[in-house]
T-cell receptor, first 114, second 112 residues
Framework: GQQLNQSPQSMFIQEGEDVSMNCTSSSIFNTWLWYKQDPGEGPVLLIALYKAGELTSNGRLTAQFGITRKDSFLNISASIPSDVGIYFCAGLGAGGTSYGKLTFGQGTILTVHP | NAGVTQTPKFQVLKTGQSMTLQCAQDMNHNSMYWYRQDPGMGLRLIYYSASEGTTDKGEVPNGYNVSRLNKREFSLRLESAAPSQTSVYFC???????????FGNGTRLTVT
């Protein structure tokens, strides 16, 4: 099946620092999604990207859909303690029916020190 | 808004016991999904239902069965639980196959 490589696996940063994480794949995706998971809860959608080259912001978050359709990055500016959590990228496969073809990265664990 | 509701939140089973995880969504979504989350492995799809009346296997279906009871409800059954099924289980729904998924808060299952 399709594989997503998400990096880094974990990050320890100081409050106020900027954060960058990315996902790469050998396969093409039609849609890239970024989710955040707080402890004890389910993933929550942060940003959805639907076109190659698309750059989308949501407050302090910015994400881009790579031109090759095989990668995406997420940036968080001026981090705050509530940014702590696990961030997942997810790609929706190209071709045919999309049902069940959402592939998740392994997650980036973010820790923010006050 | 409730969104996607899962019950129970926690469960401990002995090897060989059976149980059903319940999931309901109130967003009038057509598609529903069951994932399991294990450390270092992200989320893996167990089964999905593209629409009411249909179900299909995902990446890791062995040891599980599902029922799409109606448009709102999608249950996951473990007939004979095994320690390898210790995991956090998430139900999700989406309007269509191309729409982003909305997740419930998970069921934490331990099989001893």
């Amino acid at each position: 099946g399709q594989q997503l490589n998400q990096s880094p696996q974990s990050m320890f940063i100081q409050e106020g620092e900027d954060v960058s994480m990315n996902c790469t794949s050998s396969s093409i995706f039609n849609t890239w999604l970024w989710y955040k998971q707080d402890p004890g809860e389910g993933p929550v959608l942060l940003i959805a990207l639907y076109k190659a080259g698309e750059l989308t912001s949501n407050g302090r978050l910015t994400a881009q859909f790579g031109i090759t359709r095989k990668d995406s990055f997420l940036n968080i500016s001026a981090s705050i303690p509530s940014d702590v959590g696990i961030y997942f990228c997810a790609g929706l496969g190209a071709g045919g029916t999309s049902y069940g073809k959402l592939t998740f990265g392994q997650g980036t664990i973010l820790t923010v020190h006050p | 808004n409730a969104g996607v509701t899962q019950t129970p939140k926690f469960q401990v089973l002995k090897t060989g016991q059976s149980m059903t995880l319940q999931c309901a969504q109130d967003m009038n979504h057509n598609s529903m999904y069951w994932y399991r989350q294990d450390p270092g492995m992200g989320l893996r799809l167990i089964y999905y239902s593209a629409s009411e009346g249909t179900t299909d296997k995902g990446e890791v279906p062995n040891g599980y069965n599902v029922s799409r009871l109606n448009k709102r409800e999608f249950s996951l059954r473990l007939e004979s639980a095994a320690p390898s099924q210790t995991s956090v289980y998430f139900c999700a729904s989406s309007g269509t196959g191309e729409s982003p998924l909305h997740f419930g808060n998970g069921t934490r299952l331990t099989v001893t």
